[in-house]
């Protein structure tokens, strides 16, 4: 097989806790099958630094809760022909979302100021400007396809990405759902 | 003792009729609800508020199957069987209707399923799946709820609540105690114990925990639980309901 | 009392108009009130009182239609055309006023009578509507009141009845339009005792007034209407179910029961006879949904007004599950004429499946604000341009508003179509109870959209999903996009969600709450499509809902 027919992928980390980029590690031995036909052009698990101009497959795990996740998923919706959520705080939210309930000001003094001991204040650089809601992906940029789960099994990535190699749409909601 | 068998009254007479569910003949009762009708040959209809043993309510409109000839689709729990219907439970619009209530139920309160002590117990959860509903396109509302934690044995957590009122009804109908209500209108709707004290204050409340147990979601559960440790059993309802009726 | 009581009151009464020098009647209905009419009249008779006139009688009564220039007074005829109407009266104006009585008419103050607003019209409905006095049932028995009860009751069968019900052709007043004599028959038919009869006077919807002026106006219409009703059906006892919000009427409604029952027109053994027919008052809450009929009966019962699956019927299995006939104050109120003058005497006004006339409340972006009562058929321009008096400021004309938050608007193109229950239905919106809001060219279509959105939101009692947790959705779409911050993909999940609550909503809130947006998107689309945003820009708004408590 020629290295030109290989299917590009991208994947990114927006706010979630990277257990979907975990469970992707998890697909064992079957890494090595993947890279036979998928090339990994941008991914926290591989090198490269920077998101090239046309990316067949993207992945986003994470909801977008900063600014930056936000140009991150425009740039990923931009660039990449299929574009797929990974896991529920991508999906709908989830855990980074429960931050909704509250108003943004209560919650920066809570993690930095109230429950902080040594030096308690907000920080004053390296936070980026959050968003006042935290969103789903699909919500700030058009989707193609939704995998669920807190995280999704490796086998649930594994159907999926075989399915699509196969060429075909998989249907996640029939191997996995919200919080499994 | 054996008692002499006393002739129970046979009531008005109930006729028979047969009808088509989607491609199944089946014969019933003419008082039966479609949705009754269906799950007992084996046909499944999805369903939040409905359960075997309670009145019906007709709140939670996921039973919606057409009924040839009807131009509006109607509630199956609501609708009684009628001779020659032919039924259809499954079209591509009912699908449709069914996925965006599940959305907007998803989307009106805040159901994070990850960290949910229902987690995989869950009806609305598996409703979502069975439904195909991947993901919410109207925004999420995003509004705070209060988790009552008074009661020794039990929470309710109104961010989980989809109002279907099992509670509500398990608690009149069975119990007898009726020590929940509904209160507020459209969003601000809310279960409420007693005239919405803490529940832990309730004075009718007899901690049987069928509220409990009936809840389909993660909304009233029993303290000390952690996240998918919560799981419930309803099937003594229609049990109850029946010795009741027999008294 | 029998008829020839009745007659004899009728002749009192027209003795005792023959001995006057004049006569002056004062609007007191609610909208006149509010300007002031209860000084006008106060001082007119201040001002009989301080001359000793005997022979002048300065008279309350109900609403005279035109009430964006209230307060109103009238002058000896009560016919349009040689009727001496004064408009804008205020308790400065009445002695002047009462000084012209035996001179020329006051110019300054003189509302024309000669205007297709009053010409135009035909009233049964509203027949006594400003002419007699609401709080006086001699008055109303005078103007013929009670002898359709009467000669039912002592000469008619229940089918006689019935008959004449459903030949009239009637139909149901309160927005549904469903054949009142069907709905008769079938709760007479039903084999049990226990019957009910309800009023349904929880009128709610934005911009309609028209039950509120029938019941300040003329009560006993309603009540002689009910008490017809409960004879045809063979039910005793009554309810009528009003909101609160209109405490005037309720007032007016208690004096007319009072009234009639110590006549022996309500009560046990009416009229002399074995019927029986009792009426209680129930107040609503101001909860909208309680004018849908199975939630109109739970709050009568005491329960959570919120509405139950049909059918059962409330023809079938209604109060307390008894059989119960449910109509609204002008289906009830047309009662006493049809069956006086008889079923084909009604059919023969109005269209062929829309029969009799129709009382509307015209309010917006009109010249004539006020109540009026046109045969059906009438084109809806004759409404807007000729009664209404066309748009004030040299507007263009943009839209009408019918049915409410359930009904829809309709275009320029629709004002030939003859208004009827059918037409309107299939241009998008519907006839409602009657409520009918003018629009011109400022208004924005969108902004109505989102406004009976809003309305719906509110109103939900919150028992279903598509209509508690659907119209929250469509008002915050709506919002969005009248805030210009909606992208295409938006638009397209706002037409979804449109045909799920309306699908699938339980009672007729929720199923008609989308038909605002549907009519609006039919009619005026590009309104919408023009503050839509690119694609690449979707996002959602940034903002926290919470409970209000």
Redesign the interface.
């Known amino acids: 097989m020629s290295e030109a027919k290989k299917i590009t992928l991208a994947t990114a980390w927006l706010d979630g806790c990277s257990g979907c980029h975990m469970s992707f590690l998890d697909l064992d031995q079957r890494l090595i099958e993947l890279a036979e036909k998928v090339d990994v052009v941008y991914s926290p698990i591989v090198d490269t630094k920077a998101l090239p101009d046309a990316v067949d497959v993207g992945i986003l795990e994470g909801a977008v809760s900063t600014e930056e996740d936000l140009h991150k998923a425009?740039m990923f919706r931009q660039r990449c022909q299929f574009l797929i959520?990974l896991g529920?705080c991508a999906?709908?939210?989830?855990?980074p979302?429960?931050r909704?309930?509250?108003?943004l000001d209560d919650v920066l003094d809570r993690a930095f100021v109230e429950n902080v001991q040594a030096q308690p204040g907000r920080p004053s650089e390296s936070l980026p400007t959050l968003?006042?809601?935290v969103?789903?992906i699909?919500?700030?940029?058009?989707?193609d396809l939704?995998v669920?789960g807190?995280p999704p099994s490796a086998d649930t990535i594994w159907q999926v990405l075989t399915e699509l190699m196969a060429g075909n749409t998989p249907?996640?909601?029939q191997f996995?759902?919200?919080?499994? | 003792m054996t008692h002499p068998p006393v002739a129970s009254n046979p009531g008005p007479k109930v006729r028979v009729v047969t009808l088509k569910i989607d491609d199944h003949d089946v014969g019933a009762r003419e008082t039966d609800s479609i949705l009754e009708i269906a799950h007992a040959n084996g046909i499944r209809i999805p369903a939040l508020c409905y359960l075997d043993g309670l009145s019906t309510w007709g709140a939670c409109r996921l039973c919606m199957v057409e009924i040839e000839g009807v131009s509006k689709p109607v509630s199956a729990c609501s609708t009684t069987a009628s001779e020659g219907m032919k039924i259809t439970t499954n079209s591509e619009r009912l699908k449709r209707y069914r996925r965006m209530i599940l959305e907007l139920l998803f989307a009106e309160r805040n159901h994070v399923c990850s960290v949910c002590v229902s987690n995989g117990h869950c009806e609305l959860q598996d409703l979502a799946a069975e439904c195909g509903m991947d993901h919410v396109r109207v925004p999420y509302r995003n509004a705070t709820y209060n988790i009552d934690s008074s009661h020794d044995l039990f929470r309710v957590d109104h961010n989980r609540c989809v109002v279907c009122t099992r509670c509500v009804r398990v608690c009149d109908e069975i119990e007898g105690a009726h020590t929940w209500d509904v209160m507020g209108r459209g969003v601000n709707c809310q279960v409420i114990t007693d005239l919405n004290q803490p529940w832990g204050d309730s004075q009718s409340c007899t901690s049987c925990g069928k509220c409990v147990q009936v809840c389909p979601t993660g909304a009233l559960v029993k303290k000390g639980t952690a996240a998918g440790e919560m799981e419930k059993h309803d099937d003594f309802v229609p049990y109850l309901a029946q010795m009741r009726k027999r008294q | 009392m029998n008829l020839e009581d009745l007659s004899d009151i009728t002749e009192e009464v027209a003795e005792a108009a023959k001995s006057r020098r004049h006569c002056v009647r004062v609007c007191m209905a609610a909208s006149c009130q509010s300007c002031g009419s209860g000084e006008v009249l106060e001082g007119l008779q201040a001002q009989a009182k301080q001359n000793a006139d005997d022979d002048v009688c300065i008279k309350p009564v109900g609403c005279m239609g035109l009430c964006s220039a209230g307060p109103l007074v009238s002058v000896d005829s009560d016919q349009p055309a040689t009727e001496l109407l004064y408009q804008d009266v205020t308790a400065d104006d009445t002695e002047e006023l009462y000084r012209s009585l035996d001179d020329d008419p006051l110019e300054r103050l003189r509302c024309r009578t000669d205007v297709p607003f009053f010409s135009r019209q035909q009233k049964i409905v509203l027949r006594n509507s400003g002419i007699i006095d609401p709080e006086q049932i001699d008055d109303y028995i005078a103007a013929g009141g009670y002898r359709s009860l009467m000669r039912a009751v002592t000469e008619m069968t229940r089918e006689d009845v019935l008959r004449e019900v459903k030949e009239s052709g009637l139909r149901g007043r309160g927005g549904g339009g469903y054949p009142a004599g069907l709905k008769w028959a079938t709760v007479a038919m039903a084999p049990e005792p226990h019957k009910y009869v309800i009023c349904n006077a929880d009128e709610g919807d934005p911009g309609a007034f028209m039950d509120r002026a029938v019941l300040e106006s003329d009560p006993h219409r309603v009540l002689e209407g009910m008490a017809l009703a409960g004879y045809a059906v063979g039910a005793e006892h009554a309810y009528i179910y009003i909101r609160a919000e209109y405490p005037l009427a309720v007032e007016r409604l208690k004096t007319a029961i009072k009234q009639a029952t110590k006549k022996g027109l309500l009560g046990r053994r009416i009229c002399e006879t074995a019927h029986s027919f009792e009426v209680e008052v129930r107040l609503g809450a101001g909860a909208f949904v309680c004018g849908e009929e199975t939630a109109l009966m739970a709050s009568i019962e005491g329960q959570r007004g919120q509405p139950r699956p049909r059918p059962p019927y409330p023809a079938e299995e209604g109060l307390w599950k008894c059989p119960t006939l449910i109509n609204n104050v002008e289906t009830l109120a047309n009662i006493p004429a049809i069956v006086g003058k008889g079923g084909a005497w009604f059919k023969s006004i109005g269209t062929e499946r829309s029969t009799g006339t129709k009382v509307f409340a015209l309010a917006g972006r009109i010249a004539n604000s006020g109540l009026i009562e046109v045969p059906m058929g009438i084109p809806l321009g004759e409404i807007v341009n000729e009664i209404g008096g066309g748009i004030p400021d040299g507007r263009r004309f943009k839209a009408v508003q019918t049915g409410g938050p359930s009904g829809g608007c309709l275009p320029e193109q629709y004002l030939d179509m003859p208004v009827e229950y059918d037409t309107l239905r299939s241009a998008g919106s519907i006839m409602g109870s009657g409520g009918m809001i003018v629009m011109d060219e400022t208004s924005s279509m969108v902004d109505v959209a989102r406004y009976f959105m809003e309305f719906c939101m509110d109103e939900s009692c919150g028992k279903c999903v598509p209509c508690r947790a659907g119209t929250v959705q469509l008002y915050g779409l709506l919002d969005k996009i009248a805030d210009g911050e909606a992208t295409p993909s938006d638009l397209e999940l706002l037409e979804e969600l449109c045909d799920v609550v309306q699908a699938t909503s339980l009672c007729g809130l929720g199923q008609t709450a989308p038909n605002p947006v549907l009519s609006t998107l039919r009619y005026f689309r590009h309104e919408y499509e023009e503050k839509l945003r690119p694609e690449s820009e979707r996002m959602p708004r940034m903002q926290i809902v919470t409970l209000d408590d």
């Not at chain 1, 699909?138 to 989707?143: I, K, L, P």
Request: glycine share 6%.
């Open positions: 425009r959520s529920d999906v709908s939210g989830n855990v979302s429960m909704n309930m509250f108003d968003l006042r809601t969103l789903p699909h919500h700030v940029v058009q989707v939704f669920q807190c249907d996640p909601t996995t759902r919200f919080g499994a």
